[in-house]
């Protein structure tokens, strides 16, 4: 167990559908991170969060939002599916590093959940 | 822009072979590196890190030194067990950026 934790495990759903995942990051960690893995397009950034405020925006469409609430807890909220979503979904948090002027320093570890699998049908 | 490149995949090696899995990577600052891995059905977790140059990470029988004048930081392990196969991804963090390599899939026979 990573300490982070994922739900749901499983997703089935169908096209033009809106699914919800949820994140808990480990205890302490400020920083979430979201990532797609599908099998074509490896391992894709899609948004990360320090402490409640968004802070990277990656390849993320215009119909998935993501938001970290006060205790830290992120959601993901995918909308109007298409079948090429089906993916894994990972979240990930890191230990708050020091943040500068440039943004975090020191080395940046990222501890994975064990990802929610979205299939679109 | 800032970016790193594996070895294409996938490997397939017997056991008890010698493990290389190149990574090269591009940044405008002074990155630490790492190498995550990710076990079937699972995340990803990290496998070992180096933060300044000539460091080697180390872990697991896996070993990569942060060599600055190649701008490289391969994975090298120097015997293989079946228990290794997995998909190895090279990583660098650069304040707010973590980038990814596409990852490199490993498989190893008996």
């Known amino acids: 167990d990573s300490g982070v934790t994922q739900t749901p495990k499983h997703l089935i759903t169908a096209t033009g559908q809106r699914v919800t995942l949820r994140c808990s990051p480990r205890?302490?960690?400020?920083?979430v991170y979201w990532y797609q893995q599908s099998l074509d397009q490896g391992l894709q950034f899609l948004i990360q969060y320090y402490n409640g405020e968004e802070r990277a925006k990656g390849n993320i469409l215009e119909r998935f939002s993501a938001q970290q609430f006060p205790d830290l807890h992120s959601e993901l909220n995918l909308s109007s599916l298409e079948l090429g979503d089906s993916a894994l979904y990972f979240c990930a948090s890191s230990v708050a590093q020091k943040l500068t002027r440039q943004g975090f320093s020191g080395a940046n570890v990222l501890t994975f959940g064990a990802g929610s699998r979205l299939t679109v049908l | 822009g800032d970016s790193v490149t594996q070895m294409e995949g996938p490997v397939t090696l017997s056991e008890e072979a010698f493990l290389t899995i190149n990574c090269t990577y591009t940044?405008?600052?002074?990155?630490?590196l790492f190498w995550y891995v990710q076990y079937p059905g699972e995340g990803l977790q990290l496998l070992l890190k180096?933060?300044?140059?000539?460091d080697k990470g180390s872990n697991k029988g896996f070993e990569a030194t942060y060599r600055k004048e190649t701008t490289s930081f391969h994975l090298e392990k120097g015997s293989v067990q079946v228990s290794d196969s997995a998909v190895y991804f090279c990583a660098l963090t650069l304040y707010d950026k973590v980038i990814f390599g596409p990852g490199t899939s490993l498989s190893v026979i008996p």
């Open positions: 940044a405008t600052g002074y990155p630490s």
């Open positions: 205890s302490g960690d400020l920083s």
């Open positions: 180096a933060t300044k140059a000539d």
